[in-house]
């Protein structure tokens, strides 16, 4: 069975668990809290870019990662 808990997919698990937090943040109608949400997206965003990096980097692959 190939390994599913790599690095890069735990990023991406974290990141599936911010949508929510960023949606029901985004609705807000306090603009701080709207600002928050955009930090987080662009965070989301940019842990993107960090997860292939370490997948390639660390050679990690899984099934889940090939989608």
């Given amino acids: 069975m190939a ?3 790599t ?3 735990i990023i991406t698990f974290i990141r599936i668990f911010l949508i929510p ?3 029901y943040l985004l609705f807000s109608e306090n603009p ?8 987080l997206f662009i965070v989301s ?3 993107d ?3 292939g990096y370490l997948a390639r980097t660390l ?6 990662g090939l989608y």
């Fill in 59 to 64: 050679n990690q692959s899984s099934k889940l």
């Fill in 7 to 9: 690095i890069p997919n």
């Fill in 3 to 5: 390994k599913i808990y």
């Fill in 45 to 47: 965003s940019v842990s």
């Fill in 32 to 39: 701080n809290i709207v600002l928050i949400a955009g930090l």
């Fill in 21 to 23: 937090i960023i949606l």
């Fill in 49 to 51: 870019y960090f997860d």
